[in-house]
């Protein structure tokens, strides 16, 4: 994540520094978003083993009718943008930490071949954590094809690093981790429309081509020992964002404030038929929130 903000900044650097000649401004600030985030694996069940004694590689699978569901937290970082003539380059970049947690007895079962395990008797209540660590960058080039309307190219970068603790008097302890990223170029148009003096409505909306990847490992804590497995897997997905805000332009300082709203669907689909600790196959990804953001602009447009 570093290097890629270090090359969005050097970027930047290198797009101001063009020939004074130009109308070119750089415009510096933050981005907060409250985040309602309905992840892909939100259909991921608590579960509970019990192993058939008599039967080496068959086992019960207890699974809770509910989801894992919906988690939100306050999102936020740097936003950046160079605008040179028609041109602009911007990219925004969010980090948070999601935290959500589940419990409850596990109820349906279905019969699963699993290494032979010491036997257990029942099913029983299960407590699972997921602590995850998130960021987003949208980076995007426009072109103003007209003084309202512009075309945006974007590129979309979202990554998640998750780490989750299950506990049942059957199975014992369960931890794992799993690492997701996901890139993918996006098309999209772009709606300024001024309102009153100074005050703007912006309407963006992107679709989305991406490519995900996800690796796995699954530490088991079980009577007999503890049992550890990696897996990794691909995806092919499908996406887009869509944003609405009123911006408000504070010519005195150069500032402009912006306050609206951001949905974004992302839907995946398995490249190889394997998971890792979530599986988000033919699943959709649902965020929504309030965004605002606060932005600096520097002038260095030559009046000559």
Known sequence: MKKIVLLCVTVFILLASLSMARAVTLSVGGNLWYNWWIPAFKEGKLESMVYAPSVPYLAYRFSDSRDIGSTSTVTGGPALSVRIDRFSLSTVLVYANYRV????LTRSRNYILYPALPASAA??????YLSIRRWDSDTTLSYSLTPVMSLLLGLKVQSYSLKSRT??????????SDDFITVGPGLGLGLTIPLVSDLFLICNTTVFLL???????????VPSGVVIYFDDGSYFGLGTTVMVAGAYVLSSVNTTLALGLRYQLLWYRSLDDRSGTVNVDRKM???????LSAIYTFDFSNDD
């Not at 490519?211 to 804590?221: D, G, T």
């Open 285 to 291: 990804d649902h965020n929504c929130g309030i965004t």
């Open 167 to 176: 506990a049942d008097l059957v199975s014992g302890i369960v931890k794992a």
């Open 211 to 221: 490519w995900s990847r996800q690796e796995a490992s699954k530490n088991i804590m």
């Open 123 to 128: 099913a029983a209540y299960v407590e699972s």
């Open 101 to 104: 947690r589940n419990n409850g």
